[in-house]
């Protein structure tokens, strides 16, 4: 019998001469170890004379767990962007893609403890399933609005043609123009100096000094039903943060003040403070600026867009005809 020590957890192990040259497994930790003879040595007069040294330790088989991981994060990947163009992409979009978030996360943990470091798997996935969740929050062009085409849905639902807008944003517009964006639609329809038809609670008056009135339409040019807009009258919203009244000025830079009647008297024709506007309707509004006592023209008048939920401002032009 040969009596020796487990190389790798020192457990006593004892092996017949017959398991010289072959295999034996530790009780104890499972580590396979090839029997040799034993060496004789001088230097340990206490020990046996025969002390084993083994030749060759064979290591039980290691699990790869990090390789499994990175692969099942590159495959939720694929299958996350495979799924961008399904009629219900968003919700298996963005789970799938988080799935796969987390197992190539989990494998870049593992492999950051593993002798062999292998980060491409999870590298890979992560990207793939970064990309899926991004277009699928963030779509290109936008929404689709259905098979019909524009002019055939525009038609059916009674939406108004609007005039497209030139290709600079900032360019004066002529009146009767209409500034259009994102299925919104502004435009100046008439500009008089007149005494100015009053409503309130009260009832009805008109008011003694006649003052400068412009005409202005809100538009609601989408044809989805359920996109609904929120019009603020452009005269003005008391308590606002940002611009929400309109401003009227002449060719030397001279601004004309806005008239204000109470906040309970508005222009008849007019909005007295905000108004609803459905997919293809709108909305007229009246603003009442100071009558302009010399001749300074061409005017200059400028709408806030953010009244229809658009940021900027828009410019019209005004000649001085329209004024005299």
């Keep these: 019998m040969i009596d020796y020590a487990c190389p790798r957890c020192q457990a006593p192990m004892m092996s017949p001469d017959a398991m010289i040259g072959q295999g034996e497994t530790c009780p104890k930790c499972g580590a396979i170890i090839i029997v040799a003879r034993p060496i004789a040595t001088a230097s340990s007069p206490d020990r046996k004379s025969g002390e084993f040294r083994p030749i060759m330790t064979v290591p039980r088989p290691r699990s790869n767990p990090e390789g499994a991981l990175g692969i099942a994060g590159v495959v939720l990947g694929i299958v996350a962007c495979l799924t961008l163009r399904a009629p219900i992409a968003f919700l298996p ?21 593993s002798r062999k470091s292998n980060i491409a798997l999870p590298f890979v996935g992560s990207v793939m399933c970064g990309v899926a969740i991004y277009f699928s929050l963030f779509p290109l062009g936008g929404a689709v609005d259905g098979p019909e085409s524009p002019n055939k849905t525009a038609k059916s639902t009674g939406v108004p043609r609007v005039k497209p807008e030139p290709a600079d944003p900032t360019a004066l517009l002529p009146i009767g123009m209409a500034r259009q964006w994102d299925d919104r639609a502004l435009k100046v329809l008439a500009v008089k100096i007149d005494n100015v038809p009053l409503r309130s609670v009260t009832g009805n008056r008109r008011s003694q000094d006649k003052f400068l009135m412009v005409a202005v339409e809100a538009s609601n040019t989408s044809a989805i039903e359920d996109r609904k807009l929120i019009y603020l009258t452009l005269r003005g919203v008391p308590g606002g943060r940002d611009r929400t009244h309109a401003s009227f000025s002449d060719s030397k830079g001279k601004f004309y003040g806005r008239i204000s009647f109470g906040t309970d008297t508005y222009p008849t024709g007019g909005v007295d403070r905000s108004a609803p506007l459905a997919p293809g309707a709108s909305v007229r509004d009246i603003l009442i600026f100071q009558r302009p006592t010399e001749t300074a023209g061409p005017y200059r008048l400028e709408l806030p867009l953010r009244n229809l939920g658009g940021g900027g401002v828009a410019r019209w032009e005004i000649p001085e005809s329209a004024v005299r």
């Design 93 to 113: 979009t963005s789970l799938i893609g988080a799935m796969g978030l987390v197992s190539a996360g989990l494998a870049y943990a593992a492999s950051r403890h």
